[in-house]
């Protein structure tokens, strides 16, 4: 099997079938704990702390789940390296499944006391735990398989998974608040049913998922005997810098995403603006969708104008938009709530489309799953993880959102410039025979060597 050999029409189909399928359930079970964070968990699991302080801990438990996000990062790439790409898929969607199946039948503070939010706890870890491995698979399954000139494309579709994923989410929320009391019955019961419906997901995500052929690239190593033994170690000692740098591209996307898939926007809107819940979680929905149709836009741009290019057009719409999302936020009106959302959702999209085809090409091949899911990892850590605490807590320092507005300038600002540091290299083959040159030339600052190659190619 050669190298540069990718996998039929119809294989590539279920590929990416599988993909969205698969990532939208495991982020769906991933915000829906964001969600409830904001909306309940302070009440359910932290009332001894207080109102304020209650809320800055359940936020917490959010972001300590980052923590582990590498734990798993580093399993996932390990075995994803060394077994397949495929197994990974499968046992990272069961994981998080059984952890948010967990948390919907969990008892209260007032039920078991201390007990309650150590186990909220410990089943967030372990979300924390599936995440961080689920995502590089899912990538490297999508753009192993894909053609060289539709990578930016097809690499969109895991992306796609994630405003599907905070979709479904709000809209099970919004879905459950609309029809029963915001009152009592909705934090004695209704917040669970969202968490319960993993059950039903993760069995469709299971099939689906079983059925998809292993990716052609890590069959050709795998045939070859050529895995590498520690590929942690190796990428490490090899890539340091390489993960350095992608990791804070994806900061600059990742801690603006979390002012709403980590449940501080609809904390504030609900909480000090007293919006409706309802309302405000539709608008979670529409931004969502716009988040889905950016992402989609960016794929395509990534192929046609190059992944660094559309990268830095998606950080410029951020930047530009990081005060007027709480000017208009701060109305508490319909329409300035739907259109800051629509706003920050465009610029996340553009800084997200890109990134699985992008991180893909960075690595070699005999480390890439270790390489893309531990620098997956640590953006998250740095940027997503404690957002919403960060931002609970400039809010309650200064009494303004133009401190989260800095927060989120200065975060974009953070992902422009690593983004300048890295070199575009759509062209480069994914197989293990071009392992030198995959090796090479992934920075502004090291010789292009797998350029020079593929031009000097008749």
Known sequence: MNSTTVSN????????????????????????????AGLVFAQLFFKPAGEDIGLLLSFATVGISFLFRPLGAFLAGHY??????????????????????????????????IAAPILLLLLRILQGVSAGGEWGGAVLMIVEHSP???????????????????????????????????????????WRVPFLLSVVLIVVGYLVRRAV???????????????????????????????????????????????????????????????DTTVVLMGSVVASAVWFVATLVAGRLADSLGRRNTFLIGFAVQAVMAF???????????????????????????????????????????????????????????????????????????????AVSWYILAA???GATATLCLRDRPGIPLGPDHEAEQASGATMFAPNVAHRKLAAKP
């Open 9 to 36: 029409a119809a294989t590539q189909r279920r590929v990416a079938f599988a993909t969205i399928i698969g990532t939208t359930i495991e982020w769906y079970d991933f915000f829906i704990y964001g969600t409830a």
């Open 148 to 190: 060289t000139d539709s990578r930016g494309r097809r690499g969109s579709f895991p992306q796609l998974g994630v405003p599907l994923g905070f979709l479904l989410a709000s809209g099970m929320m919004a879905l459950m608040t609309g029809l029963v009391s915001p009152g009592k019955a909705f934090l004695d019961w209704g």
């Open 213 to 275: 052929e292993e990716s052609p690239v890590f069959t050709e190593i795998a045939e070859r005997g050529q895995q590498a033994k520690v590929p942690v170690v190796a990428l490490f000692r090899k890539h340091w810098h390489l993960v350095i740098l992608a990791a804070l591209v994806f900061v600059g996307n990742n801690a603006v995403g979390y002012m709403t898939t980590g449940g501080f926007l609809q904390s504030y809107t609900t909480g000090r603006l007293r919006m």
């Open 324 to 402: 007027p999302l709480f000017w208009l936020v701060n109305t508490a009106t319909l329409p300035g709530l739907y259109a800051g959302l629509v706003l920050l959702s465009i610029g996340l999209g553009l800084t997200y489309g890109p990134l699985a085809a992008w991180y893909a090409e960075i690595f070699p091949a005999s480390v890439r799953f270790s390489g893309v899911a531990v620098t997956y990892a640590i953006g998250s850590i740095l940027g997503g993880a404690f957002a919403p605490t960060i931002s609970q807590a400039l809010l309650e320092a200064t009494g303004t959102t133009s």
């Open 412 to 414: 974009t600002l953070i």
């Open 80 to 113: 994803g390296d060394r077994i397949g790409r495929r197994a990974m898929l499968v046992i990272t969607l069961l994981l998080m499944g059984a952890a948010t199946t967990l948390i919907g039948v969990l008892p209260t503070f007032t039920q078991i006391g």
